[in-house]
């Protein structure tokens, strides 16, 4: 076994970090992140705050793993609706072909027009600011990604012999799509949706610093640094500890996603 | 006059070139013959000043008596160009696809000679058509992809010129071209040589080619150069085992070789192939493949012999 | 070429048709009665009535989408609603803000990329290259709006050198200079980060290439070498990097507008959401969206000037 590539081993332990922390988030904070204390506000890190308290009081380190679990929970889910409907497209296309997938494809090209922003902007301004809008724009700029992805992959599979003589023995595009396509592209797709991941982490970071993401009292990295920046002056390291989260979190699934991929694909690799 | 003296070219896998001793003068026509791995393009390269970074070199290489061994690569830009020149084997992707070639061959000039545009432009239609391109004002203003491979040939044979170098390296100039283009390069590269008084080192592994282009050959194998002299001669009368060998399997429709009942024979092959650099022998390169193998022979390096400097144990004892 | 140019024009005057569609789409159908949306729950029907009489929704679907296209044709995106002057009004005034800034990222982020990339293929696998590259991959995980925030902290709040946002109006040059220098700083660094990735790679694939070897056979510098030669024929790659990166910078201006407080189309859009402005959104999310779609056409209609093979096959 060959050693594995240091951008997969570092994006791994950054993401074990991130995603144990979010994990741990579910069961126990060491406060509630959203119990206020007025009296104990802009506090200094202490035995009982490790990171110290906000201008409301509230507990740093409690905020900062809920924000993970939140920040997990939306490119989750983001990446996953995205990803799943634009890889059914994408095999849909593949395995049709004609105006079909000319029309996907066009499709796809119209949603890159569009990026996250915008779509949010569009959803915030019709039906009011929230997550759930933030978690539906992310998701659609995932659609066309994964759209031309699977079906770049896929197209290259239908060409392989063990398909050509499973359509010879009368199989139907959808069982072939299911046994043979699906499996050989998973590589490709499970390899962009770790990339997307990092790009859904930014995103939602974006949405929620400019009041189109998470609402309070749920707590978001993003969030926490817009209300940091209006205390520039008073408390300056609240601007540091959310910003370095993000960082820690998008830097471990793009490692982790270029790992993947210098590993599944090794040409790609002898060009980084 | 160029002259290599026991140059190595040493690598972490193992070394490239071997003592390698070779002396060109003006006017000379020296053919270097080998497989791929034998070193010849690694001779090519410490002549030009282009060996790897990875590469340890040792031994002397000088220019006119000035040792260009350790030499920076500021050095050797001054010297590229206007000494020596190289051509290479893949007409198709040595040219800069984006530029148009009259453009290509005017850089070295207006960078090394400082011509001004218009005396550039003058110069590279007078190198167009010393070296065969017709129509050159038309062909200066064309893109490498509008162009045959022997027309983007002649253009790197012309970029070579351009500077007027004394020495023109020639790496496996004809081996991607059609065969009647191929020889009309070959014969093109001889008359250049003829008609300019400057050296020309022809590397092939076209043993044809290589008596048609030269007048001196030397034959390399594993990083060694296993024996030289008259291109002719040891053509005709080959001394070391792997020349032998070579041209053993050289196809040539005259001399078919028939077994006793006159029909053809399969063409004699060197058994084996050249082994890569970390598996090298530390004797005679050749060890392995020879057909007049001896014990010490893989494990000795054999010293150069006899006028054709053979470095082969058995040539030394009179056997081979 | 002939034929290239005209399907590259009609395909993209047929996503600019498709993109106009689906915002329409977005902002009329999507809330259902966007006079509802726009004055909320409580509003007398009497309002409601007069806002839907006010914004032609009594009119067909249709013909409210050609009014809206034919309008925006001729420059009329309407009245906004909160601020009750003609949209293109608010546009025009913030404009020059969201270009200036677009644009001066935009180059800044060419010069970072494209010096920084070159430089760590030339010096491929030595400390240059690992350290350029670390700190690259460093870059892409920072936000924009947090390396906004610690520029500010540093060169605002700490140094003094620079104002920490605002904007002082055109009519104060130098000001106004120095109160664009961090946001544009903040909008190149992120972008150049991936650009000088892209740039690097790109480089070392064309440094393999034969005729990389001809340059250096015939004597030139590396350096020539590498700007002359090497980067000319990266461009491609490095082309379609930098139009996806133009619309992220287009986007990247609304959240940098909304960190240093200025007074360009990105402000005005939450302006715009905070009241509600349904045409404005809409037309400014068109604007955006005809930005985006435009730098791709552009990036298109460049590889043909940069690569003389595709004009032949094109």
């Known amino acids: 076994m060959k050693s594995l590539p240091a951008n997969f081993v570092i994006g791994a332990v950054l993401v074990a970090l991130v995603v144990g922390v979010a994990g741990l988030s579910l069961i126990w904070t060491p406060h509630d992140p959203t119990a206020l204390n007025i009296r104990g506000k802009f506090g200094d890190p202490s035995a009982v705050n490790w990171l110290g308290t906000d201008q409301l009081g509230r507990d740093i380190v409690s905020q900062l793993m809920a924000a993970a679990r939140n920040s997990m929970t939306v490119a989750l889910v983001a990446v996953l609706l995205g990803g799943s409907i634009g890889v059914a497209l994408g095999l849909l296309a593949s395995a049709i072909g004609g105006w079909i997938e000319d029309g996907v494809m066009r499709l796809a090209d119209l949603g890159f027009a569009f990026p996250a922003l915008l779509f949010a902007i569009m959803l915030a301004a019709v039906f009011g600011p929230s997550l759930t809008n933030a978690v539906l724009a992310i998701a659609f700029i995932n659609i066309p990604i994964f759209a031309r992805v699977a079906r770049a992959s896929a197209n290259q599979i239908w060409t392989r012999e063990y398909v050509l003589a499973a359509r010879a023995a009368g199989m139907n595009k959808f069982t072939i799509t299911r046994d043979h396509i699906l499996p050989n592209i998973a590589a490709a797709v499970i390899v962009q949706a770790t990339i997307e991941f990092a790009v859904a982490i930014l995103a939602e970071a974006a949405l929620s610093y400019l009041g189109l993401g998470a609402q309070p009292p749920a707590s978001s990295w993003g969030r926490m640094l817009s209300e940091a920046q209006t205390l520039m002056y008073l408390a300056p390291e609240l601007a540091f500890y959310p910003g370095f989260c993000i960082v820690i979190a998008v830097l471990g699934f793009g490692l982790l996603g270029d790992g993947l991929r210098d590993i599944t694909d090794p040409r790609l690799a002898r060009a980084r | 006059m160029f002259e290599m003296v026991d140059v190595t070219v040493r690598f972490n896998a193992g070394e490239a070139l071997r003592g390698a001793s070779l002396r060109i003068a003006p006017g000379d026509r020296i053919g270097i013959v080998g497989e791929s791995g034998s070193g010849k393009s690694m001779l090519a390269a410490c002549l030009m000043g282009m060996v790897p970074d990875a590469a340890k070199l040792s031994g002397s290489l000088s220019i006119d008596g000035t040792d260009m061994t350790g030499a920076a690569e500021a050095t050797w830009q001054a010297i590229r160009a206007r000494r020596t020149a190289m051509i290479f084997q893949e007409p198709m992707s040595a040219l800069n696809p984006l530029r148009r070639v009259g453009d290509t061959v005017a850089e070295p000039m207006r960078v090394h000679l400082g011509l001004s545009k218009s005396d550039a432009r003058n110069r590279v239609i007078a190198l167009f058509e010393e070296v065969g391109i017709p129509d050159p004002v038309s062909r200066l203003r064309m893109f490498p992809h509008e162009l045959s491979g022997g027309q983007r040939q002649r253009v790197l044979i012309a970029l070579a010129l351009a500077c007027d170098p004394e020495l023109l390296i020639a790496d496996e100039p004809t081996t991607a071209l059609d065969a009647n283009v191929a020889l009309k390069i070959t014969d093109l590269l001889v008359h250049l040589s003829q008609s300019r008084n400057m050296a020309l080192v022809f590397i092939s592994h076209d043993l044809a080619a290589v008596a048609r282009a030269t007048t001196d050959i030397a034959v390399m194998y594993g990083g060694d150069i296993v024996e030289r002299g008259l291109t002719a001669e040891v053509l005709a009368d080959p001394v070391h085992p792997y020349t032998q060998g070579l041209l053993a399997a050289r196809p040539d429709p005259q001399a078919i070789p028939r077994d006793a009942n006159g029909s053809r024979r399969r063409l004699p092959t060197i058994p084996g192939t050249v082994p890569p650099l970390y598996a090298m022998a530390q004797g005679c390169r050749f060890s392995g493949r020879c057909s007049v193998e001896r014990e010490e022979c893989a494990s000795v390096k054999p010293m150069p012999v006899g006028p054709r400097h053979a470095t082969c144990h058995a040539v030394k004892r009179g056997e081979a | ?314």
């Open chain 3, 1 to 314: 070429m002939m034929y290239f140019l005209i399907r590259r024009t009609v395909g993209f005057i047929a996503t600019l048709i498709a993109v106009s569609i689906v915002v329409f789409a977005v902002m009329n159908i999507l809330p259902g009665d966007p006079a509802l949306t726009i004055l909320g729950m409580d509003a007398t029907d009497d309002a409601l009535a007069a806002l839907r009489e006010d914004l032609g929704l009594n009119e067909p679907l249709l013909a409210r989408y050609f009014g809206w296209v034919a309008g925006a044709l001729t420059g009329d995106f309407g009245l906004s609603h909160s601020f009750r002057v003609p949209v293109s009004e608010l546009i025009s005034e913030r404009l020059a803000m969201t270009i200036s800034l677009a644009v001066a990222g935009m180059l800044l982020t060419l010069l970072i990329a494209l010096s920084v990339g070159i430089y760590a293929a030339s010096r491929h696998g030595k400390a240059g290259d690992w350290v350029t590259m670390f700190i690259s991959q460093l870059g892409i995980a920072v936000p924009a709006f947090w390396l906004s925030i610690l520029l500010v902290l540093l060169f605002a709040v700490n140094l003094r050198w620079l104002p920490p946002g605002g904007f002082p109006g055109w009519s104060e040059p130098v000001a106004a200079m120095r109160s664009l220098i961090l946001p544009t700083v903040a909008l190149a660094l992120v972008q150049s980060a991936v650009l000088a990735r892209v740039t690097r790679s790109s480089a070392l694939e064309v440094m393999r290439q034969d005729f990389t070897r001809t340059a250096r056979a015939s004597g030139l510098s590396q350096r020539r070498i590498l700007w002359r030669h090497v980067l000319p024929n990266a461009l491609v790659p490095i082309v379609t990097i930098v139009g996806m990166q133009f619309a992220a910078l287009v986007t990247g201006t609304i959240v940098i507008e909304n960190v240093f407080y200025l007074p360009g189309l990105g402000r005005l859009i939450f302006q715009s959401i905070a009241n509600r402005d349904l045409p404005t959104v809409q037309a400014l999310v068109m604007l955006f969206a005809i930005i985006v779609v435009t730098a791709n056409f552009v990036v298109d209609l460049l590889y043909v000037l940069i690569d003389p093979r595709l004009k032949a096959r094109a």
